[in-house]
C-alpha cells in the first residue's frame, strides 16, 4: 500500500521547452503532495507543497512561474518545468500523505530525471 | 528554523555486522515525528522507521532500531545484521507535529553505507 508513481522515469528535452511530470496516489486519496529537487550526491530540497484544489506553496527561491504545480484531484499532481534550462537538469522527487494511515509520513515515488539539452 | 544534521558522509560495515548512523536535530517544539529514509542506486526513496517525539519508547522495525534521546536531540538508526541490500544512501527527516505545525520535512544531508561482503 501507499504507492506513488511518477511519469515519466526520464525525460530528456531542448532548452526552451516545457516538460510536465505527474505524480500519482495509486491506491490513496492525497490531498497534499509535495515537490524536490535533487542534485547528485546531495539532500532533498523541497521546491513546493501542492494541495488539492488550491495554489500550492512554494519554498523561498523557488520561482513559481517556472515550476507550476497543478494538483487538480486526489490521485494527481502535476509539476510543469517552463521553458527549461541546462540548469533546470536535475532530478525531481514527488511525495504525498495517506491521510488513511500514518498522516505525518511522506511516502516518495522513484523520481523523475530531467536533462536539459 | 528545524535543522538536521549527520555528521558522517559515509560510514562502512562487513555484511552481518551491526552499524549505527547519527543524527542530531535542532528544534523548540516538544512534539514532533523523526524519520530514517533509504535511498539505494535506484533513488527510490523508501521509509526505514519513524518515531513520535511523545513516546518514549524507541522504534524498531525487525533489524532496525532506533536510540532516540530527545534531550540530547539525538537519533540515531542502528542496522543489525547488515546486508548487501542494505548498501545506500540514508537521511535523517524531521517535521513538526502535525497539528498547527508545518508539513514539511526537514532532511540531513544524507549518509552514504557500504556494506562490505
Known amino acids: 500500500g501507499a504507492v506513488v508513481s511518477q511519469h515519466p522515469s526520464w525525460v530528456i528535452c531542448k532548452s526552451g521547452t516545457s516538460v510536465k511530470i505527474e505524480c500519482r496516489s495509486l491506491?490513496?486519496?492525497?490531498?497534499?503532495m509535495f515537490w524536490y529537487r535533487q542534485f547528485p550526491k546531495q539532500s532533498l530540497m523541497l521546491m513546493a507543497t501542492?494541495?488539492?484544489?488550491?495554489?500550492?506553496?512554494?519554498e523561498q527561491g523557488v520561482e513559481k512561474d517556472k515550476f507550476l504545480i497543478n494538483h487538480a484531484s486526489l490521485t494527481l499532481s502535476t509539476l510543469t518545468v517552463t521553458s527549461a534550462h541546462p540548469e533546470d537538469s536535475s532530478f525531481y522527487i514527488c511525495?504525498?500523505?495517506?491521510?488513511?494511515?500514518?498522516?505525518?509520513?511522506?511516502?516518495f515515488g522513484p523520481g523523475t530525471r530531467l536533462l536539459v539539452l | 528554523a528545524q535543522t538536521v544534521t549527520q555528521s558522517q558522509p559515509e560510514m562502512s560495515v562487513q555484511e552481518a555486522e551491526t552499524v549505527t548512523l547519527s543524527c542530531t536535530y535542532d528544534?523548540?517544539?516538544?512534539?514532533?515525528?523523526l524519520f530514517w529514509y533509504k535511498q539505494p542506486p535506484s533513488r527510490q526513496m523508501i521509509l526505514v522507521i519513524r518515531q513520535e517525539a511523545y513516546k518514549q519508547q524507541n522504534a524498531t522495525e525487525n533489524r532496525f532500531s532506533v536510540n532516540f534521546q530527545k534531550a540530547a536531540k539525538s537519533f540515531s538508526l542502528k542496522i543489525s545484521d547488515s546486508q548487501l541490500g542494505d548498501a545506500a544512501m540514508y537521511f535523517c527527516?524531521?517535521?513538526?507535529?502535525?497539528?498547527?505545525?508545518?508539513?514539511?520535512?526537514?532532511f540531513g544531508k544524507g549518509m552514504k553505507l557500504t556494506v562490505n561482503p
Open positions: 491506491d490513496f486519496q492525497a490531498t497534499t
Open positions: 501542492s494541495n488539492e484544489g488550491s495554489k500550492a506553496t512554494y
Open positions: 528544534t523548540s517544539e516538544s512534539d514532533y515525528y
Open positions: 511525495s504525498a500523505r495517506d491521510l488513511s494511515r500514518a498522516k505525518e509520513t511522506q511516502y
Open positions: 527527516a524531521y517535521r513538526d507535529y502535525f497539528q498547527g505545525g508545518s508539513e514539511k520535512l526537514v
